[in-house]
């Protein structure tokens, strides 16, 4: 599975949108790139994943670009319960485990 | 729809001692991975099983440390003998398919004295 590089820590007003981006330039193209966040020390959670084209659900938007090298995790209307580290992952469809990295330590803040 | 649920949340045991943590899978879920996360690092995968195989087990330590998925009931990760080091938050996930997204559970907190 393709490496992720992703920025340590972001910030981001209350009420605003967060936008964390990921970098996945070695990407080949049967791997989908999926994002996970751990608020504390609770189990992780599914956001959202996506191949080629843009995704939304009722979490988040991801869009990532035509290339594909890299992708952006949109949460539009941050709240408090949103800080929490998100994890950026690549990962082909026949892929077992995830491999989380350091992730982005988002802190939301009023 | 439960989530995937894990037993129990919080566990103590001495040093020498077994553990042994339960996972039930979502409904309808036949594949079930199992995550470590030490104090102050990232998750880690452990084993990867469907209903009474081992599939990935890749990353779990060549001694101490089992794990199983019967036909009835939960998925079972044991450690023997446990040590200091296994102190660390263990967390379990379960998919219908593979390749396909994970969904955790809450984990259980493995503290050894």
């Known amino acids: 599975d393709a490496k992720t590089t992703q920025p340590p820590s972001m910030d981001c007003a209350e009420g605003r949108a967060a936008n964390l981006p990921c970098n996945h330039s070695?990407?080949?193209?049967?791997?989908?790139v999926y994002w996970y966040r751990q608020i504390h020390s609770q189990g992780p959670q599914y956001i959202i994943h996506?191949?080629?084209n843009n995704e939304t659900n009722e979490m988040a938007s991801l869009i990532i670009t035509e290339d594909r090298k890299s992708s952006t995790l949109i949460l539009p209307h941050a709240t408090l319960r949103d800080t929490a580290v998100y994890y950026c992952i690549v990962r082909g469809q026949a892929g077992t485990a995830l491999i989380f990295g350091k992730g982005t330590t988002l802190s939301v803040s009023s | 729809n439960a989530g995937v649920m894990q037993n129990p949340r919080h566990l103590v045991r001495r040093r020498g001692q077994e553990a042994r943590l339960r996972c039930s899978p979502m409904?309808?879920?036949?594949?079930v991975y199992w995550y470590r996360q030490l104090p102050e690092e990232g998750l880690k995968f452990m084993v990867y099983l469907q209903k009474e195989n081992i599939i990935d087990e890749s990353g779990m330590p060549k001694e101490r440390f089992s794990a199983e998925f019967p036909k009835e009931g939960p998925s079972i990760l044991r450690i023997q003998q446990v040590v200091r080091g296994d102190s660390a938050a263990y967390f379990c996930?379960?998919?219908?398919?593979?390749?396909?997204?994970?969904?955790f559970g809450p984990g259980t907190r493995l503290t050894v004295t």
């Open positions: 070695t990407i080949s193209g049967n791997e989908y």
């Open positions: 409904k309808g879920h036949s594949h």
């Open positions: 996506g191949l080629k």
């Open positions: 996930a379960s998919s219908p398919n593979t390749g396909t997204e994970q969904y």
